[in-house]
């Protein structure tokens, strides 16, 4: 079969297997009257395949995740409104199939990770992809994709280490075993922590030369603790939303700063992005709704005079307590630095006197003592940020890209259903 890779990874080298199965995938499409421009919803383990098949003949698919409720999954749907649905793994073939398309085509139609609402269904352009593969630039192969391709950040990192030209390692949850032997890891804040933590317990020979975090703001102590587990490693941190892909990038001990080709504005303390690496628009009942010139998903941050980027975290998940406007995210990266702490998040609790009090709640196996976070609090937060109530649970609700769900734990606060105890 003459090896023709779909033009959103027109410089990949792809695996015999994988590049079998992706045509296969297009001729089973195309029977089924996908052309250029339908939309394909993939229900199956087999991601990638289906992914790139609906790739080579034009068409856009939207990865629907299992643990979605039934009204989330049906919200999906609904704005996406696929032309098909798949499921199973495609049967390989040796007929290459001609793509279809050019750099404008929409292939991929990512979802929000729900953390704090319903998903929304978003369209992503080839070019916009292509452009934020250049921006994050190579990493060494194998690498390990630790979490499900129905996230966008792992469906990025897969297909980003496709245009590497390195094999994805796609594994339903990050195991210190398998990270040792990838050379280059996709991973989340939280996810980090956690696997810090197994180092630091069980120090061993680990490959791993490259790590690219992303999905929330990385702490001084937390990357301390990087270069203390994995000395030989390069740590790439980056802010981005499924909206903008990469937005800025901090490469070692440097700064944060934004993208060559991205333009920030900061509107009363919130981001707004001006990029050639973003999304073209929602999709609502299935019509596309453009995105405008600046567009912004509410995140708070500072930028200082020579350009260098603090990111607080998202509007939405600001606390208002005592008077003061806490941003939880802030709060739970200098918590996420504190060995022993698996993952934390921050929200508010009612409190007579203060409207609303700062609560951390801490995941953890064998946690530390309050009086060590409290410790790592005073060194690094204003007596304002600090958390008045603290809660210690074996494992917090998360999303499919491994962020904790915001909405569900403020939920089961509110409800008296979330499983956890006052940290002592």
Do not use: N
């Amino acid at each position: 079969m003459t090896q023709a890779p779909p033009p959103v990874l027109c410089d990949a080298d792809l695996p015999a297997d994988l590049l079998a199965r992706a045509h296969g995938a297009a001729r089973d499409l195309a029977d089924r009257g996908v052309k250029r421009g339908s939309r394909v919803a993939v229900e199956s383990g087999d991601v990638l395949a289906w992914l790139l098949g609906a790739d080579l003949l034009g068409a856009a698919t939207v990865v629907l995740e299992p643990r979605w409720t039934s009204q989330d999954r049906a919200a999906v749907l609904a704005d996406a409104q696929p032309d098909t649905v798949v499921t199973g793994s495609p049967g390989p073939t040796t007929v290459a199939v001609s793509p279809a398309g050019d750099d404008r085509t929409a292939f991929y139609l990512p979802t929000t990770s729900g953390s704090s609402g319903r998903p929304k269904v978003l369209v992503r352009s080839r070019v916009s992809w292509q452009r934020s593969f250049d921006a994050l630039g190579p990493v060494p192969g194998p690498v390990l994709i630790p979490g499900p391709l129905s996230s966008s950040l792992f469906s990025f990192g897969a297909l980003h280490a496709l245009w590497c030209g390195a094999q994805p390692l796609v594994r339903p949850r990050l195991l210190a075993g398998d990270a040792r032997e990838a050379a280059s890891l996709h991973v989340v804040p939280a996810m980090l922590a956690e696997l810090l933590g197994q180092f630091e317990r069980a120090p061993a020979p680990c490959a791993l030369r490259t790590v690219v975090c992303g999905g929330a703001h990385l702490s001084a102590e937390l990357r301390a603790r990087f270069e203390r587990s994995l000395p030989g490693a390069e740590l790439v941190e980056y802010y981005g939303s499924a909206e903008h892909s990469l937005i800025a990038i901090r490469r070692g001990g440097g700064e944060l700063r934004a993208v060559p080709g991205v333009d920030l504005d900061l509107r009363g303390g919130v981001v707004w992005v001006r990029s050639a690496l973003a999304f073209d628009g929602y999709l609502h009942a299935g019509v596309l709704d453009p995105a405008e010139d600046w567009t912004s998903v509410g995140d708070r941050a500072e930028l200082s005079e020579t350009g260098a980027l603090t990111v607080h975290g998202r509007d939405s998940a600001t606390i208002s307590s005592g008077g003061r406007l806490v941003a939880a995210e802030e709060v739970e990266a200098v918590l996420r630095g504190v060995r022993g702490v698996g993952e934390v998040l921050v929200t508010g609790t009612p409190h007579p006197r203060f409207g609303t009090l700062v609560t951390a709640v801490v995941e953890a196996d064998d946690p530390p003592s309050l009086r060590e976070l409290r410790a790592a609090a005073r060194l690094a937060l204003d007596p304002g940020k600090r958390p008045r109530r603290w809660l210690v649970t074996r494992a917090l609700p998360r999303t499919a890209s491994g962020k904790t769900a915001r909405a569900a734990v403020a939920r089961q606060l509110a409800d008296g259903t979330l499983s956890a105890e006052p940290l002592r």
